[in-house]
């Protein structure tokens, strides 16, 4: 594909006028902890949710291991090394995590974060975007031409894989926008009409197989129910919280230390309410660096399709400025 040739090119002038090098240097001078938000690892395609390739993931995990000291969040205060800080991160809870990426950590000796989504564990169902996505991957055109809301006049040009992929991010865009309650009753429109074909959903991981990961990665959470935090009233947030503190302890024997907010979304309340009910390390999106001595951690978002492209963004290369 013409893109990803250009894309390539690109990162290899980056390499070759060394800029790899000054953001190495950058890291260590300014001691910055740099934590790196994964979602899925998978060798499958799927044209709106692109996982990482084991092959690049294993290279990535090499990278760091030479380069940096990996650690948990846990870890982070009490550890003393040359190298710089890095901590890998993974969001949602998706069983590809159990069968690609865990073994590739444990490759390298290596151990992780994982923030789960309580009310998908127990479901089985992934959240309401990636079902979506699971449909349009699948789905005709005629049957997708049947979703019609008010608002929304975007339709599906062709079944191929940039159309659907415009048509995805065009209509997740315009239901993450609503309300709530609002995009509930509006998805549940769509999930009738995933009744009339029969598609295959991308799977999340049981609680057995969290417990069993825990032995050696770290547990979080990702909200009880993956809202938008910032659009939702204190109360909401405040009772998700309980669900999840309940759920840790009951359901999975854990402690429940570590809080990734849903895409990225929050109010600063919020992340003081945290702080008082129990949860040592907030995670953001943000793309940024992190730092020593704080409890606030923004990440940067790893989805690169070639080596290069994965080892720049794990050096921050999309620091927003």
């Not at 479901?123 to 008010?150: H, Q, T």
């Not at 669900?243 to 402690?255: A, H, I, M, S």
């Not at 992190?290 to 999309?318: C, D, H, M, W």
């Amino acid at each position: 594909m013409l893109k990803q040739q250009l894309k390539n090119l690109y990162f290899n002038f980056l390499k070759l006028s060394r800029r790899d090098k000054r953001l190495f240097q950058q890291i260590l001078q300014n001691k910055a902890v740099t934590v790196l938000n994964l979602h899925q690892v998978s060798p499958h395609e799927n044209p709106f949710w692109a996982p990482l390739k084991p092959a690049l993931f294993d290279d990535l995990l090499a990278f760091l291991k030479a380069d940096f000291e990996v650690v948990t969040f846990r870890e982070i205060e009490q550890t003393k090394s040359e190298k710089p800080l890095a901590v890998i991160s993974f969001d949602d809870g998706y069983y590809n995590f159990y069968e690609f990426a865990a073994p590739l950590l444990k490759k390298h000796a290596l151990a992780a974060n994982m923030n789960i989504i309580p009310s998908c564990v127990e479901s089985g169902e992934p959240m309401w975007n990636i079902k979506l996505y699971d449909f349009l991957n699948s789905a005709p055109k005629s049957v997708i031409d049947e979703i019609r809301f008010s608002g929304f006049e975007y339709r599906l040009k062709d079944e191929s894989f940039d159309g659907k992929v415009q048509y995805g991010l065009k209509i997740s865009r315009f239901l993450k926008n609503r309300p709530r309650i609002e995009r509930q009753e509006l998805f549940g429109e769509i999930e009738n009409l995933m009744r009339k074909c029969a598609f295959q959903r991308t799977r999340m991981m049981n609680s057995g197989e969290i417990r069993e990961i825990s032995e050696t990665h770290e547990i979080g959470v990702h909200s009880f129910s993956h809202e938008s935090m910032e659009f939702e009233e204190n109360s909401f947030f405040e009772e998700d919280l309980q669900k999840c503190v309940r759920y840790f302890d009951e359901k999975l024997g854990l402690p429940l230390e570590i809080y990734a907010f849903p895409n990225g979304s929050y109010r600063p309340e919020q992340i003081e309410f945290l702080q008082r009910n129990g949860i040592k390390y907030t995670l953001l999106v943000g793309e940024d660096y992190a730092r020593k001595g704080r409890n606030v951690f923004p990440r940067f978002t790893i989805y690169g399709a070639s080596k290069l492209e994965t080892r720049f963004q794990a050096l921050g290369f999309n620091k927003k400025l």
